[in-house]
């Protein structure tokens, strides 16, 4: 077996592949160089550097591994390995105790205000009572996102003798409590917290999780970190905060834009800012090398990978057979993530008909992506599915059935939070997912994407003008509209398609109207 090693990675992880197979490390190739080389190996392993495009995934005819050593995989064309059959996988873990550290050091430095008192002080400048800062002892840490990292930070926390609050809410109640974690909904994480830190992965959904208006619930004396991904926290807000004394720090390691000069971040002498250093530790380097090594040893000696990107082969008659109920059970699991409110307590996937007779795992990965895709900086796949539910808790009941009821198949998710229970079930119509169930009304058929907006009603004449007529005047134009109701006049759900967002202000004006119970935005 031949290994090519396109970028410089740490050297224990080239020896560790030079134990089974032949390696050359061949760095800063040109595009058409490696083009040329490719179908000469059986595995590719790259960082950020090298583009592994789709002609250089075609020309490589023997591979059948490639390796990321680190977290993104922006640099590869996915979905040319995963149609030739090549497993990709990365190392999303070997920098979670790097990236903690740096965020307990940023934590440290702006309670301490050790970066300006360093530069006033190199300046000539001896200016002690300038920068009196406040101790971490008994103050609350806030963390967003008790994944790998989030979990990591929170031991370092409590060993600090801080109060931690965590958010999360595909965590089990149970698992963070064994931290010695608070557990607690957004609004009051980022209202209590004198420290706030992100550990969520970027995505439409975290996009600007923390903007103006969070930032005016916080504390004036609060503070906030961001190792985790530019663009989680408005960078103009965050700015516009610190500056007006409406907080009193920030710390940032990640931007919207990379590298990251002009920043306006970088503008304020209150703002700590490092150039991406979260995994930048000798220690990480090592390990990434070393875990992506042991994975593409893994693939190509016939074993599972434990973090693949993509799907690794299935048989094709099953992958056939599945491959239009993915994206549902994805989307019925992003569905009823977004309708349940509360800590997680559990989930059951119901399979009945056709659907049944598989091998469900894969619908199962699917399931975990479409809750935890929002809330996980891992990639969910049926390799490491079980895993990364596992690891926080999150129980997960399977139940089949080949009787069919009203359809060939259906797939229904129900989420248990502190005693309320979300249901939302679907199913497949020429070819396109569909949901055929929310709680108590299955008599639906609406298609899964967009913006949806849910509300539920007194059946009274009147309420779908009211609702349809406010979206219009501000300017929301309307796909599709579709109501169901327990009787003439009784409990009933309105489910409105539409073409644009639906601001909070929007959503707090639908819910004021009359005959309005509630009213949520799910976003497909």
Same mark, same amino acid.
């Given at each position: 077996?031949?290994?090519?090693?396109?970028?410089?990675?740490a050297?224990? +992880?080239?020896?560790?592949?030079?134990?089974?197979? *032949?390696?050359?490390?061949?760095?800063?190739?040109?595009?058409?160089?490696?083009?040329?080389?490719?179908?000469?190996?059986?595995?590719?392993?790259?960082?950020?550097?090298?583009?592994?495009?789709?002609?250089?995934?075609?020309?490589?005819?023997r591979?059948?591994?490639? $390796?990321?050593?680190?977290?993104?995989?922006?640099?590869?064309?996915? *979905?040319?390995?995963?149609?030739?059959?090549?497993?990709?996988?990365?190392?999303?873990?070997?920098?979670?105790?790097?990236?903690?550290?740096?965020?307990?050091?940023?934590?440290?430095?702006?309670?301490?205000?050790?970066?300006q008192?360093?530069?006033?002080?190199?300046?000539?400048?001896?200016?002690?009572?300038?920068?009196?800062?406040?101790?971490?002892?008994?103050?609350?840490?806030?963390?967003?996102?008790?994944?790998?990292? +989030?979990?990591?930070?929170?031991?370092?926390?409590?060993?600090?003798?801080?109060?931690?609050?965590?958010?999360?809410?595909?965590?089990?109640?149970?698992?963070?409590?064994?931290?010695?974690?608070?557990?607690?909904?957004?609004?009051?994480?980022?209202?209590?917290?004198?420290?706030?830190?992100?550990?969520?992965?970027?995505?439409?959904?975290?996009?600007?999780?923390?903007?103006?208006?969070?930032?005016?619930?916080?504390?004036?004396?609060a503070?906030?970190?961001?190792?985790?991904?530019? $663009?989680?926290?408005?960078? *103009?807000?965050?700015?516009?905060?610190? *500056?007006?004394?409406?907080?009193?720090?920030?710390?940032?390691?990640?931007?919207s834009?990379?590298?990251?000069?002009?920043?306006?971040?970088?503008?304020?002498?209150?703002?700590?800012?490092?150039?991406?250093?979260?995994?930048?530790?000798?220690?990480?380097?090592?390990?990434?090398?070393i875990?992506?090594?042991?994975?593409?040893i893994?693939?190509?000696?016939?074993?599972?990978?434990?973090?693949?990107v993509n799907?690794?082969?299935?048989a094709?008659?099953?992958?056939?057979?599945?491959?239009?109920?993915l994206?549902?059970?994805?989307?019925l699991?992003?569905?009823?993530?977004?309708?349940?409110?509360?800590?997680?307590? +559990?989930?059951?996937?119901?399979?009945?008909?056709?659907?049944?007779?598989?091998?469900?795992?894969?619908?199962?990965?699917?399931v975990?992506?479409?809750?935890?895709?929002?809330?996980?900086?891992?990639?969910?796949?049926?390799?490491?599915?079980?895993?990364?539910?596992r690891?926080?808790?999150?129980?997960?009941?399977?139940?089949?059935?080949t009787?069919?009821?009203?359809?060939?198949?259906?797939?229904?998710?129900?989420?248990?939070?502190?005693g309320?229970?979300?249901?939302?079930?679907?199913?497949?119509?020429?070819?396109?997912?569909?949901?055929?169930?929310?709680?108590?009304?299955?008599?639906?058929?609406?298609?899964?994407?967009?913006?949806?907006?849910?509300?539920?009603?007194?059946?009274?004449?009147?309420?779908?003008?009211?609702?349809g007529?406010?979206? $219009?005047?501000?300017?929301?134009?309307?796909?599709?509209?579709?109501?169901?109701?327990?009787?003439?006049?009784?409990?009933?759900?309105?489910?409105?398609?539409?073409?644009?967002?639906?601001?909070d202000?929007?959503?707090?004006?639908?819910?004021?109207?009359?005959?309005?119970?509630?009213?949520?935005?799910?976003?497909?």
């Amino acid at each position: 077996m031949r290994i090519l090693v396109a970028d410089p990675v740490a050297e224990e +992880g080239v020896q560790f592949l030079r134990r089974v197979a *032949e390696v050359d490390v061949l760095t800063k190739l040109p595009p058409e160089e490696l083009l040329r080389r490719i179908p000469e190996y059986d595995a590719l392993v790259v960082r950020s550097e090298t583009k592994v495009t789709a002609p250089i995934i075609e020309a490589g005819s023997r591979l059948r591994v490639i $390796g990321r050593a680190g977290v993104g995989v922006d640099n590869i064309d996915v *979905e040319a390995a995963t149609r030739r059959g090549i497993t990709v996988v990365n190392a999303p873990t070997g920098n979670t105790v790097a990236a903690a550290e740096h965020t307990i050091a940023l934590l440290l430095a702006l309670a301490r205000h050790i970066p300006q008192a360093h530069m006033a002080l190199k300046a000539g400048r001896w200016e002690r009572a300038k920068y009196v800062g406040v101790e971490v002892r008994n103050k609350v840490l806030g963390i967003i996102g008790l994944g790998k990292i +989030g979990t990591e930070v929170a031991r370092r926390a409590l060993g600090l003798q801080m109060r931690v609050l965590g958010y999360d809410p595909f965590v089990s109640e149970e698992h963070v409590q064994k931290l010695g974690v608070q557990v607690a909904d957004l609004q009051t994480v980022i209202r209590e917290a004198d420290f706030l830190t992100v550990h969520i992965p970027l995505s439409k959904e975290t996009r600007s999780l923390i903007g103006a208006r969070e930032l005016a619930a916080m504390k004036p004396t609060a503070r906030v970190i961001n190792v985790a991904r530019g $663009g989680i926290i408005d960078e *103009e807000a965050l700015y516009q905060a610190v *500056e007006t004394g409406q907080i009193a720090g920030a710390a940032v390691d990640v931007f919207s834009q990379e590298p990251a000069t002009d920043n306006i971040l970088l503008k304020s002498e209150r703002i700590i800012v490092t150039p991406h250093l979260g995994a930048s530790t000798e220690e990480a380097q090592v390990q990434v090398a070393i875990d992506v090594a042991e994975q593409v040893i893994d693939v190509l000696q016939g074993r599972p990978a434990r973090y693949a990107v993509n799907l690794p082969m299935v048989a094709p008659e099953t992958f056939r057979a599945l491959e239009p109920y993915l994206p549902l059970a994805e989307r019925l699991a992003r569905m009823a993530a977004q309708l349940a409110h509360g800590q997680v307590s +559990g989930v059951t996937i119901t399979y009945r008909g056709e659907v049944a007779h598989y091998d469900t795992a894969l619908l199962k990965a699917a399931v975990i992506k479409g809750l935890l895709q929002a809330a996980s900086e891992e990639n969910v796949n049926l390799v490491n599915a079980a895993l990364i539910a596992r690891e926080r808790g999150l129980r997960l009941t399977e139940q089949k059935s080949t009787e069919a009821e009203n359809y060939t198949s259906l797939i229904r998710i129900t989420i248990d939070r502190q005693g309320e229970r979300t249901t939302v079930g679907g199913t497949v119509i020429r070819g396109e997912p569909r949901v055929v169930q929310i709680n108590e009304y299955d008599q639906l058929d609406i298609a899964p994407v967009g913006t949806l907006l849910l509300c539920h009603n007194t059946d009274r004449p009147g309420v779908i003008g009211r609702v349809g007529t406010l979206l $219009g005047e501000r300017d929301i134009n309307i796909a599709f509209m579709t109501v169901a109701r327990d009787h003439p006049r009784g409990r009933a759900l309105m489910i409105v398609g539409v073409d644009e967002s639906i601001s909070d202000e929007v959503l707090a004006q639908v819910r004021a109207l009359p005959a309005i119970d509630d009213a949520v935005v799910v976003s497909l």
